[in-house]
């Protein structure tokens, strides 16, 4: 996370960029010692994201699933010990995303930009 002071700084000050989170709502899945919840939750707070205290439901309807820019801006981030393919089948079945590992995150933060979800 060295680096991500600088970049951001530059985003934000000299390219007059929006904040890193700002679009997106994030749920974590599992416990987390270190970074602790609180300290991911700090981050996406200071990025300008929001937290979800329960994970997102699937689409009641095909009007729900069109409307994108809700469903699409949610992420799921579990701890990399949950990420195993049992527990991202379960959380896909209970809510249609496909989480992604805190290591994801914080490498989106390092770099300062969304990072390809396929990562």
């Given at each position: 996370l060295e680096h991500a002071p600088q970049l951001a700084y530059e985003s934000l000050i000299l390219k007059k960029e929006?904040?890193?989170?700002?679009?997106?709502k994030f749920y974590f899945y599992?416990?987390?010692e270190s970074p602790t919840k609180e300290e991911l939750y700090s981050l996406i707070d200071t990025g300008h994201g929001s937290t979800l205290s329960k994970?997102?439901?699937l689409p009641k309807s095909t009007r729900e699933l069109s409307?994108?820019?809700m469903f699409s801006n949610t992420i799921i981030i579990?701890?990399?010990?949950?990420?195993?393919?049992d527990n991202v089948r379960q959380i896909y079945l209970q809510s249609g995303k496909i989480p992604l590992s805190v290591n994801w995150f914080?490498?989106?933060?390092?770099?300062?930009?969304?990072?390809?979800?396929k990562q």
């Open positions: 929006p904040r890193l989170f700002r679009k997106f599992g416990n987390f994970a997102p439901d409307n994108q820019s579990c701890h990399p010990t949950l990420c195993a393919e914080l490498d989106c933060i390092t770099f300062y930009k969304i990072l390809d979800f």
